[in-house]
């Protein structure tokens, strides 16, 4: 007999309870989240399930945010193997961490999303958008939004992909603001204001290296033309040999001009004009070609301030 078996009541041995614990143990625990809304009303779990919303909601944050970090530890060990692995071996290491790493952020957003569909489950149906924290929480899409750019180096190309997804933006507050013709519109987050002052940065540091690529292209053609135009000086107060080797070393400045002039020719784009001092272009085609040809209207504000700062 078992030391506690005196306090069980009479007709009850402890062999039958260790079988009652196991049956408990093998039962599963039914939430307010496993029923309809129909089943819920039907036995009085309305009270619980909010209980239930709230603390998922709470959950989801936690787990976004152990997502989010799961992103930037595969994206640091990325960046650590593209900078710091040379060897072979060394490469397979890495590659080995960054497969755990995904798979770890993967299993992360898997159990987010579970937990989200658990949430729009309890939610009422009538939920108004951003009217609550619950509202702004998406499923997360595994090929997609599990991506960052690099926030260190200037930014790439499909850094603009990466840089959208709404993981990085969902803690941010909404809010609202006056539009020019007097309605309210919900304003850009501090990430998405962030990602194109970001953007436009980089067009200026684009337009300044071109700028200062082409005045090199300029200045070096102009420099070959003056030697040999000083050579060619040199060459008429000359005779003989020393005459034939200033206009040797002449042409050889020649040759070079024209070969700086020809592949200065090669690298601007068709219509560029060789001798424009500033080489800034609008991005007024740009829009338009991303947006195939649509109407640009809405837009005229925003690029007239832009055209405005850059003249």
Known sequence: MSACEEFLPSGISSGELEEDEEGLLAETLYLPSDFTAEER????????????????????????????????????????????????????????????????????????????????????????????????????????????ANLVAPRSLGDSKKSGSWIWSVFERPSTQRTRTGKTAESESSVDSAQWYRAKAGKDRADEEVNIRCADFRRTCAGYKTYAEMWRQAAMVQSGGERAYAL??????????????????????????????????????????MLEGANLTAFDVVLKELEKHDG
């Open 41 to 148: 009303a039907t036995y009085s779990l309305d009270k619980l399930a909010d209980y239930e919303l709230k603390i998922r909601v709470g959950l989801a944050f936690d787990q976004l945010e152990d997502v989010r970090m799961g992103v930037k530890y595969r994206a640091a060990h990325l960046e650590h193997k593209k900078k710091s692995v040379r060897t072979s071996k060394g490469n397979q290491l890495a590659e080995k961490e960054i497969q755990k790493a995904d798979i770890r952020v993967r299993l992360l957003a898997s159990k987010y999303n579970d937990n989200v569909a658990k949430i729009w489950t309890l939610q009422p149906p009538n939920t108004v958008k951003n009217s609550s924290p619950s509202t702004r929480l998406q499923r997360i899409d595994l090929d997609v939004d599990l991506a960052i």
């Open 248 to 289: 040797k070393t002449a042409s050889m400045w020649d040759r070079m001009a024209r070969q700086c002039a020809q592949e200065y020719e090669n690298a601007r784009k068709p219509g560029v004009d060789a001798d424009t001092l500033d080489q800034t272009r609008s991005i007024r085609p740009y829009l338009a070609q």
